[in-house]
């Protein structure tokens, strides 16, 4: 985002959120999200993007995850549409033939998410955790300018570390998972600390429609959170 003249860090979490709704209009996979949103942030770090594109390079970059990683089809008219007829749907496509060669067409890096479906395979964490891991690796993205320096996996780990610490697991972060991850506890007690807050942080707002996409499970968790504290950071 230092790059950009045209465009705030809030531009970016509203672009997201809007990716997002998309999502749940559409029933798209988490990691399509995931997937757009690395576009982007791709994108952005060597190309300047003016403000009144910003939205027709979001609908490319979904356009672009979709094919890659979804198995439902959406036409480039129907995000033209989604878009208010904003950009025509030739516009659309030319931007993602843009995007795919500023990216040299690597469409398939590892994101947040595949770590943390891994990790959570690997050692038969339960659904809880996966599920509520993944929701907090979804608050994350429209707290970009928190997070974005931090990598996928360090992300993953913080994130089922954090929700583990939280469910009350034994041994939140045990010497197996610490040896697979390759990150000690000091690597990632300040990424945690952060997500917390952020968890805090996540009734209402701009978290609104995350927090109805997973449903109770994560009302449940929430109260969870708003009655603790921090002291198993300690």
């Excluded at 465009?7 to 997937?35: A, P």
């Excluded at 516009?91 to 398939?108: G, S």
């Excluded at 109805?212 to 002291?231: P, Q």
Aim: include cysteine.
């Amino acid at each position: 985002m230092r790059k950009q003249q045209h465009l705030t860090n809030d531009m970016r979490s509203i672009l997201i959120q809007w990716l997002i709704d998309v999502s749940i209009e559409y029933g798209l996979v988490e990691e399509t999200v995931f997937l757009a949103v690395h576009y982007i942030d791709r994108f952005l770090s060597v190309m300047s993007v003016v403000r009144d594109k910003f939205q027709l390079l979001g609908a490319a970059a979904i356009m672009i995850s979709v094919k890659v990683e979804d198995v439902i089809k959406i036409p480039p008219e129907d995000w033209s549409m989604l878009t208010a007829n904003a950009y025509t749907t030739r516009q659309i496509i030319r931007m993602e033939q843009f995007i795919m060669n500023v990216l040299k067409f690597d469409l398939r890096p590892p994101t947040v998410i595949c770590f943390i479906r891994h990790i959570c395979a690997r050692y038969d964490f339960t659904k809880d955790t996966l599920l509520l891991s993944t929701y907090v690796a979804e608050l994350t993205l429209l707290d970009g300018n928190k997070y974005i320096e931090y990598l996928p996996s360090k992300l993953a780990v913080s994130a089922i570390v954090l929700v583990r610490h939280v469910l009350n697991e034994s041994e939140p972060y045990f010497e197996n998972l610490q040896f697979c991850c390759g990150y000690s506890c000091e690597e990632i007690k300040s990424v945690m600390i952060q997500m917390y807050c952020t968890l805090c942080e996540a009734c209402g707002g701009k978290f609104q429609s995350i927090e109805r996409k997973y449903g109770d499970k994560v009302s449940e968790f929430l109260a969870t959170i708003n009655r603790n504290n921090m002291n198993f950071f300690a």
